[in-house]
């Protein structure tokens, strides 16, 4: 219990007794049974099937043998494709944010391109790297690479201007500033740029896997639509859902590690 201003035990509210594991479950609870009312609505159960029926659909891709298949596939494009547009972003973002020159002429066009959804560029992909696996790590890295440029470069151009002064006051050169001032203070916007990035790699994986893919989450559910198969369909659209929530918890652990030091605050 809480005490109070007088010295009195302030019993905690129902909120705070219930443990976040608890939540979790009510979370989990209250979409489940949304999701069984949308199952039982004639309207909406083609396009909602009950539990029961995406389940036993897992068999159903493994019989297929492309249930294993698919995650593989789409976890090479999107890994591979984030990692790319990461290596790329952080210098371009730091080149952008040093020299105004270089932002002046780089910033509007990623800007411009930010704007323009993946689908629309993917059949120049295409044209231009053929079918198969490069165009779909293209596509994901070129998706990646414009929100992870600009988070990270609005980071580093939001850092205290009085700390690089007081740095070249004090006779630091340009590496050193940017090792010891800089890097640190945009540390946490490097990693929301990571949460940002996988995010994007994965809303854009139906793209990325319409250039011709074999295999895939997202070139999956699109030949599935073809055959109206909503099962497996809703399946694999979960699948990319927890895929991503992995994604998150593994973001989080790297941002516990790196930057521990920044004061959180809990609402």
Do not use: C, H
């Not at 689908?119 to 079918?131: D, E, K, Q």
């Not at 990646?144 to 050169?173: E, W």
């Amino acid at each position: 219990m809480n005490e109070a201003a007088g010295g009195k035990k302030v019993k905690p509210r129902l909120v705070e007794r219930i443990p976040n594991g608890g939540w979790l479950a009510l979370s989990l609870l209250a979409a489940l049974l949304f999701w069984t009312i949308l199952s039982l609505i004639p309207s909406t159960s083609r396009s909602f099937p009950n539990i029961f029926l995406v389940t036993e659909s897992i068999g159903t891709m493994m019989q297929r043998g492309v249930f294993w298949k698919d995650i593989i596939s789409s976890l090479i494009s999107v890994t591979s494709g984030f990692s790319i547009g990461f290596i790329l972003s952080l210098p371009v973002a730091i080149v952008m944010a040093w020299y105004k020159p270089v932002r002046f002429i780089i910033e509007p066009w990623i800007q411009f391109i930010r704007n323009i959804p993946p689908l629309a560029y993917v059949p120049l992909v295409v044209i231009s790297a053929g079918v198969g696996r490069t165009p779909q790590i293209i596509v994901i890295t070129i998706a990646t690479f414009l929100i992870m440029s600009i988070t990270i470069y609005q980071g580093i151009k939001n850092i205290d201007p009085t700390l690089i002064k007081a740095a070249k006051v004090l006779g630091a050169r340009d590496r050193d500033i940017f090792m010891k001032v800089v890097a640190p203070a945009s540390l946490p916007f490097i990693i929301t740029a990571i949460r940002l990035g996988t995010a994007v790699g994965l809303t854009s994986l139906i793209a990325a896997e319409s250039t011709g893919a074999q295999a895939g989450l997202g070139m999956r559910i699109r030949a599935l639509s073809n055959t109206f198969e909503s099962s497996p369909m809703l399946l694999y659209i979960i699948i990319i859902g927890i895929i991503g929530l992995i994604f998150e918890r593994l973001v989080k652990l790297l941002e516990r590690r790196l930057t521990g030091w920044q004061e959180k605050r809990d609402v």
